[in-house]
């Protein structure tokens, strides 16, 4: 039996049709390097100053929303000795390769000016950049005012420059999605993310799965209580429970990310050759054709036709 070029062209299009599935149940789409979380104690730094040598040390922690929280502690040696107590308070911004975290902080502790006791107030603030890529801290710079006093007297106030660290932890997180596609394309589902443990964001899921690509387009929009926090996927192929091939824009924990998927290498797939080309459906079909006593591959003229019939019988 032959087929023509025209029908092999045919069936390789409906198996190709055939290939693209529209998403339909949940998937998980791993995402690295992840956030930036301020998170733990940083090393000290000291700067001398005109008031002496002012030495700065914080731990802090930061939530899903990139709320960040925390104390920390000045000491002072100079003229004056003070060692005061800080109540931090900030956030994260920036993109997870360039992250940056405002810090306001409040000061409360005790000072010596010779043989007497000073109560220490004051407040400040730093900014918190990654000093070189691949950081495992933020280096901070901002100012500093404290003021001393004597009972309920203010005996003096000083504004000095202040150096700092603060640690940080990059940490992968997953995007859980659960799907299900209409039968005009429209894509709707719900998600949330995770950062190795309970679920941080909700989302409501809404786009649009194109058969002909395989591919999808999705807007995840943060419900009640993740409104500020948003994700969008990009010529996503769903598939085995993942997704590849596509691009993943999000923002998360107060920091913006964009991560490309990597490629999830596929099966072959059928393929329809030009008139006048090999048609090979099936690559391992050649072993059955060594033999000097087979006969000629049947052919319609232009196309030699493999694969699609059964093994002749071999002359013995």
Same mark, same amino acid.
């Given at each position: =039996?032959?087929?023509?070029?025209?029908?092999?062209?045919?069936?390789?299009? &409906?198996?190709?049709?055939?290939?693209?599935?529209?998403?339909?149940?949940?998937? *998980?789409?791993?995402?690295?390097?992840?956030?930036?979380?301020?998170?733990?104690?940083?090393?000290?730094?000291?700067?001398?100053?005109?008031?002496?040598?002012?030495? @700065?040390?914080?731990?802090? $922690?930061?939530?899903?929303? %990139?709320?960040?929280?925390?104390?920390? $502690?000045?000491?002072?040696?100079?003229?004056?000795?003070?060692?005061? $107590?800080?109540? #931090?308070?900030?956030?994260?911004?920036?993109?997870?390769?360039?992250?940056? *975290?405002?810090?306001?902080?409040?000061?409360?502790?005790?000072? =010596?000016?010779?043989?007497?006791?000073?109560?220490?107030?004051?407040?400040?603030?730093?900014?918190?950049?990654?000093?070189?890529?691949?950081?495992?801290?933020?280096?901070?710079?901002?100012?500093?005012? &404290?003021?001393? @006093?004597?009972?309920?007297?203010?005996?003096?106030?000083?504004?000095?420059?202040?150096?700092?660290? #603060?640690?940080?932890?990059?940490?992968? @997180?997953?995007?859980?999605?659960?799907?299900?596609?209409?039968?005009?394309?429209?894509?709707?589902?719900?998600?949330?993310?995770?950062?190795?443990?309970?679920?941080?964001?909700?989302?409501?899921?809404?786009?649009?799965?194109?058969?002909?690509?395989?591919?999808?387009?999705?807007?995840?929009?943060?419900?009640?209580?993740?409104?500020?926090?948003?994700?969008?996927?990009?010529?996503?192929?769903?598939?085995?429970?993942? $997704?590849?091939?596509?691009?993943?824009?999000?923002?998360?924990?107060?920091?913006?990310?964009?991560?490309?998927?990597?490629?999830?290498?596929? #099966?072959?797939?059928?393929?329809?050759?030009?008139?006048?080309? @090999?048609?090979?459906?099936?690559?391992?079909?050649?072993? &059955? /054709?060594?033999?000097?006593?087979?006969?000629?591959?049947?052919?319609?003229?232009?196309?030699?036709? /493999?694969?699609?019939?059964?093994?002749?019988?071999? %002359?013995?």
């Amino acid at each position: =039996m032959r087929l023509s070029a025209a029908l092999i062209c045919a069936l390789c299009l &409906l198996a190709a049709r055939a290939w693209a599935e529209p998403p339909s149940g949940s998937y *998980v789409i791993p995402i690295a390097p992840g956030l930036v979380f301020p998170s733990g104690a940083a090393p000290e730094t000291c700067e001398v100053t005109s008031e002496g040598t002012v030495c @700065f040390s914080t731990n802090v $922690a930061t939530d899903a929303t %990139g709320a960040v929280t925390g104390g920390g $502690a000045i000491t002072i040696d100079g003229t004056v000795t003070a060692d005061i $107590a800080l109540t #931090l308070d900030g956030r994260v911004s920036g993109t997870t390769d360039k992250p940056k *975290v405002k810090l306001g902080f409040l000061a409360a502790g005790t000072a =010596m000016q010779g043989m007497t006791a000073l109560d220490v107030r004051g407040k400040g603030k730093v900014k918190c950049a990654l000093a070189a890529p691949g950081a495992d801290a933020l280096s901070c710079r901002g100012k500093l005012k &404290l003021c001393a @006093f004597l009972g309920n007297q203010k005996v003096d106030c000083a504004k000095m420059p202040l150096e700092a660290q #603060l640690a940080i932890e990059r940490t992968l @997180f997953e995007i859980n999605l659960n799907l299900v596609t209409g039968l005009n394309g429209g894509l709707t589902g719900t998600a949330n993310v995770d950062v190795g443990g309970p679920a941080i964001a909700s989302y409501a899921a809404k786009g649009k799965y194109k058969a002909s690509a395989d591919t999808a387009n999705a807007v995840l929009k943060g419900t009640s209580g993740s409104a500020k926090t948003k994700i969008v996927l990009k010529k996503v192929v769903f598939e085995a429970g993942s $997704a590849s091939s596509g691009q993943v824009v999000f923002k998360l924990a107060g920091q913006k990310g964009k991560v490309e998927l990597p490629a999830i290498v596929p #099966l072959a797939r059928p393929t329809c050759q030009p008139a006048g080309s @090999f048609c090979d459906v099936n690559p391992d079909s050649a072993s &059955l /054709f060594t033999s000097p006593d087979n006969p000629p591959p049947p052919s319609n003229g232009d196309t030699l036709l /493999f694969g699609i019939l059964g093994a002749p019988r071999l %002359g013995l």
